[in-house]
């Protein structure tokens, strides 16, 4: 029987096209500025938003969203600082919110261990109808973000100081991506988990950046890679009965491993023919 005839894998794969969008379009400014872990970062304290929503009854995606959106901008705030104390303020930050969410979720009534690995590594099967109206409306936010106003953002990842004196608005930006990274973060978290959501926001671009020329060109490429991947890991998954998250990481990483094999290989062969051309001396 096909798997289009549950509609729980229905859920699941359009789930999947989502994420594959969305991280890697916010993924990309991140690989740019050289900040490829805040992403995870970020998850760590997600997980205090759901955590907390467990505890108050509420939706643990929308108390995921408002704390790590707060999480971010502050996180953006002691980046801007700099110095050895941002580092580890971000680190004190980080750490809190995995230890928080896990201290929360042990308070919450009626939770269980179960509801926290969900979140951890993601539960892609679970998806709800509910789940999945917040993930399109959040994904379709952060697209039109990432993608609509990529000329500015693309000025501040490349050079944060020319953008400030050519007007741009580079603190207001700044808070917006990263909010825009909390906000992918949290429509991930049911897909890949907290705790794995980084990967697909860095790995599709590191493996597009190894065959891709130009900005724009290695971004397209990043996320049609990325939504084969996802697809691919959730249908993996059922027929393997495996962890969602842990099968689209892993199947990431190994076509990094094989795209970086190949690029470096057809390096090797272009400069091999380039030194073959070369006339020899008289």
Do not use: K
């Not at 805040?38 to 939706?59: K, P, Q, R």
């Not at 891709?212 to 697809?231: D, E, H, N, P, W």
């Amino acid at each position: 029987m096909s798997i289009l005839h549950y509609d729980f894998m229905i859920r699941a794969l359009i789930a999947a096209v989502l994420v594959g969008l969305t991280a890697p379009a916010v993924g990309i400014y991140l690989v740019q500025r050289r900040m490829s872990l805040v992403g995870d970062g970020i998850g760590h304290i997600a997980l205090t938003g759901v955590a907390l929503g467990f505890l108050t009854g509420t939706s643990p995606v929308i108390a995921a969203v408002i704390v790590a959106a707060i999480g971010a901008v502050a996180v953006e705030l002691i980046r801007s600082r700099g110095g050895a104390s941002g580092d580890v303020a971000l680190a004190m930050l980080f750490y809190g919110g995995i230890a928080g969410g896990v201290l929360l979720i042990s308070l919450a009534a009626g939770s269980s261990n179960v509801n926290l690995l969900g979140y951890l590594f993601g539960s892609l099967l679970t998806t709800a109808p509910s789940d999945l109206l917040v993930m399109g409306v959040l994904g379709a936010l952060v697209l039109a973000f990432t993608i609509g106003l990529r000329p500015w953002l693309f000025a501040i990842c490349h050079d944060e100081e020319f953008a400030r004196v050519s007007g741009v608005p580079v603190r207001v930006l700044n808070i917006a991506l990263a909010v825009s990274a909390a906000v992918t973060v949290t429509v991930a978290m049911r897909v890949v988990g907290v705790l794995l959501v980084s990967a697909l926001m860095v790995v599709p671009v590191a493996t597009a950046q190894q065959v891709a020329r130009g900005f724009v060109a290695t971004m397209a490429g990043a996320m049609a890679l990325s939504v084969t991947i996802a697809l691919t890991g959730a249908v993996g998954s059922f027929y393997l009965d495996v962890p969602s998250g842990a099968s689209i990481v892993v199947l990431a990483v190994l076509v990094f491993l094989v795209v970086t094999a190949l690029a470096a290989l057809g390096r090797r062969l272009a400069r091999r023919s380039a030194i073959a051309r070369q006339p020899s001396p008289a």
